[in-house]
């Protein structure tokens, strides 16, 4: 064995995962600060060998802010502090990865789309908050992270999108040698979060790539982080980048947030997103909840004698007058009109030559079932003869009454009323991809609806139906085609998220006309839970058409607007928190 092999044999020994290798106990000759944290702002991460005895750790994470989550890590001991308070802690179930430095292998291919830099703005903060609250995290605070941007200690990094400058991603790493002179001269990752909506692969690995490298250049020795056990795709992320397992181990403190960490699976696991954010809300407020039937979304909420029956944002509140009147279009589209409402022309299917005629004369068509949801059997912006009648059999394989609407061109707007009052507004985009000159449409649209369903619980999915294979076609592509690298294809024409679609915020700029349309079409189908889809030329200006109205919207789709808030308000007003909507 050569020389070089002996000193590599025994550095491998060195770090090997024993007891110990891994006893954070400080030596004699070592002077560490005591009871080391940093403030994060979503809590305090604790550096558990920097305290002197299990009974202080546990004190420490006890006196943890209302609204925020300690973390102490790296506990020599963590059996002993949870012992010292079990009433009140728990071991975190995340496995802790290690990455050598001198391990990493640097990726030469830059991204495409998007960039990564450093925090430079008040509203860089502001857009960190809102992407923390979307991705159901704890977010630091737009104040603490727009005070922290100098920070020697934390350092945010966000991914911009080079279209229109929003940011698609945010991470934060931690200085252990800046915070407590840390003698193993480590650093840290934390709280990486990537926009659910995110057309661009691999945001999330350039963000840690981002961390390793920074840290690199500043002679650390190892990058950490922590990452829940059942979280395969990022643990796959990491392992890719040559982290791995350390026998480091996390505890925490029994709160609200942390609850699903130490409680076990509940029977509200299994509800979708739609519903468990309802359920999530009610169980805050002390209400009790019954899980009716999860696969369809089914639960029940009680607070003293009352009980409600829910599905999803479908309540007992809503009569069935007022649910048959949105589940058939049509219904909704006369009693608009009566209403003095603008919504576009529109004519049921009665025979070929009639649907032709009515192409004809306006141009293109909107083919949709009278009934269904999802946007499921929609065609949009249909044509030609042939795209027509192709249009026509998919809508009546959901349901045997043909609607033939005139074609609006504009941004798809989704506002959600809530006891008559405007609550959110979100812009909905059909699903596109974004090409890598090396995979073909069919590949990249596959890879896309996996991220989609990743990011929403299952609940959005590009289909490969011949819908998307028309849109490919009037692109001038087909699904096998290699798309150029960074040229942007859509790949449906109608925005709902259940085909791929993504939202977009944009309630603070709703122009008052808009929500006092949206308000007068709920009292028109005397509805008090909606989602009305409007085409408009712009959320800023007043002009519009009302296509259709939902009588189960997803208020998980518009987080950070009180969607859950305003619907729990409605059926227990006792337990509201406000005076007035904003």
Not at 20 to 48: E, H, I, M, Y
Not at 306 to 312: A, I, K, W
Not at 349 to 357: G, I, K, S, T, Y
Not at 405 to 422: A, F, K, T
Request: net charge neutral; charged share 25%.
């Amino acid at each position: 064995m050569t020389m070089k092999e002996r000193i590599h044999h025994r550095l491998e020994r060195s770090r090997a995962p024993s007891v110990k290798n891994w006893d954070r106990r400080p030596r004699a000759d070592q002077t560490l600060g005591q009871s080391a944290s940093v403030d994060c702002g979503w809590g305090r991460l604790l550096f558990g060998q920097t305290f002197s005895d299990p009974a202080e750790i546990a004190r420490a994470l006890q006196q943890e802010r209302p609204g925020t989550r300690d973390v102490a890590l790296y506990l020599n001991e963590p059996h002993v502090v949870l012992a010292q308070a079990p009433q009140d802690l728990f071991l975190d179930p995340s496995h802790t990865f290690r990455l050598w430095f001198e391990r990493y292998q640097s990726c030469q291919r830059r991204p495409k789309g998007f960039h990564i830099r450093l925090v430079n703005c008040r509203a860089d903060a502001e857009a960190i908050q809102r992407l923390y609250i979307s991705r159901g995290m704890v977010p630091p605070g737009a104040d603490f992270v727009w005070a922290n941007r100098t920070s020697k200690v934390l350092t945010y990094w966000v991914a911009e999108d080079e279209q229109d400058g929003s940011l698609l991603g945010v991470v934060n790493g931690v200085d252990h040698a800046a915070a407590f002179d840390d003698p193993e001269n480590g650093a840290s990752l934390w709280a990486l979060a990537v926009d659910a909506q995110a057309p661009y692969p691999g945001i999330g690995e350039t963000l840690v790539r981002q961390v390793i490298e920074y840290y690199l250049a500043r002679g650390r020795a190892f990058l950490d982080l922590s990452v829940i056990h059942d979280n395969s795709n990022a643990i796959r992320l990491y392992q890719k980048l040559g982290f791995g397992r350390i026998p480091a181990f996390a505890v925490k403190n029994k709160n609200a947030f942390n609850e699903p960490l130490f409680m076990g699976r509940q029977p509200e696991a299994d509800l979708n997103p739609y519903a468990t954010i309802i359920v999530k809300e009610a169980r805050r407020r002390g209400i009790g909840v019954e899980v009716i039937d999860a696969e369809a979304g089914y639960f029940a909420l009680t607070l003293g004698g009352r009980r409600v029956v829910c599905r999803e944002s479908l309540s007992e509140m809503t009569s069935a007058v007022a649910m048959s009147r949105c589940d058939d279009k049509a219904v909704t589209h006369r009693l608009l009109r009566r209403a003095g409402l603008r919504v576009p022309e529109q004519a049921r299917f009665q025979a070929l030559d009639q649907a032709e005629a009515l192409l004809s004369r306006l141009g293109s068509l909107v083919v949709k079932p009278a009934r269904g949801e999802q946007g499921a059997g929609i065609s949009v912006d249909v044509r030609d003869a042939k795209s027509l009648e192709l249009a026509i059999g998919a809508a009546r394989r959901v349901c045997e009454t043909v609607i033939l609407e005139e074609y609006v061109q504009g941004h798809d707007l989704r506002i959600i009323v809530i006891d008559y009052q405007v609550v959110a507004a979100a812009i909905r985009r059909p699903a596109h991809v974004v090409g890598t000159g090396r995979h073909s449409i069919r590949d990249l649209i596959q890879a896309q609806s996996r991220r989609r369903r990743a990011a929403t619980g299952g609940e959005s999915n590009i289909p490969m139906d011949e819908e998307t294979s028309r849109c490919v076609r009037e692109a001038g592509f087909v699904l096998e085609h290699i798309l150029p690298e960074g040229q942007m294809l859509q790949v449906r024409k109608t925005a709902n998220l259940h085909t791929g679609g993504t939202i977009h915020d944009v309630t603070a700029e709703l122009h008052p006309a808009l929500a006092e349309a949206a308000e007068a079409a709920a009292r028109a189908l005397d509805i008090p839970v909606t989602g009305l889809d409007f085409i408009v030329p712009s959320v800023s200006e007043p002009e519009y058409v009302i296509i259709e109205a939902n009588e189960r919207p997803g208020l998980a789709n518009h987080e950070p607007q009180p969607t859950a808030e305003r619907f729990v308000d409605l059926l227990f007003p006792q337990t509201a928190t406000r005076e007035e909507f904003p």
